[in-house]
């Protein structure tokens, strides 16, 4: 019998870095890359990823922790209406325990924390082809510049989460150096 799998959408910069990352990660089943909306004046839809994990392999706690330090949770850069720092919850409990999580972790940024709970609405996914981008594409300069330092960040902060299993072909030591 197939385990049943929670999910969260999480948003904040390129769905194919967010991608990459939480492919990365033990416990985590799948990954769909894509657009997500959710209500009033965040309605439009937001570069972001839905991750499918198992709570007894990696709890909500760390995906939102990983999330945080993988993108710009602490700026309010132009393009924040492209890519919103978002953590899109599916229930009330799910949304309470990020309100909580984004609080209690506060205090590991310099700024203040834009990152925010909404409620989760609708998906879009991306195009096929943009679909498993890094593990498609390990060798192209967007991954090189901008993937793999998000990696070698999980290899060196979040280790005990990552599957090396599941990023293949790619040793931790040629994300490690870059390659």
Not at 106 to 129: A, D, I, N
């Amino acid at each position: 019998m197939e385990k049943k799998l929670d999910k969260i959408a999480l948003g904040g910069g390129c769905h194919w870095c967010t991608e990459a990352v939480f492919q990365s990660l033990k416990g985590v089943g799948k990954v769909e890359q894509g657009f997500v909306a959710s209500e009033g004046n965040n309605g439009s839809f937001s570069e972001a990823a839905v991750v499918y994990f198992d709570p007894k392999q990696i709890a909500l706690v760390a995906l939102i922790e990983i999330h945080l330090h993988t993108h710009s949770s602490s700026s309010g850069h132009s393009m924040r209406s492209k890519y919103r720092s978002a953590v899109y919850a599916y229930s009330e409990k799910q949304a309470i325990e990020a309100e909580s999580t984004l609080a209690g972790l506060q205090l590991e940024f310099g700024g203040r924390l834009v990152t925010k709970v909404y409620p989760f609405k609708s998906f879009k996914p991306s195009e096929e082809q943009f679909k498993n981008y890094y593990f498609k594409n390990p060798k192209k300069p967007f991954c090189k510049s901008f993937i793999n330092p998000k990696l070698r960040l999980l290899l060196r902060k979040f280790s005990g989460n990552v599957a090396l299993e599941k990023i293949g072909g790619l040793s931790a030591e040629t994300i490690a150096c870059g390659k």
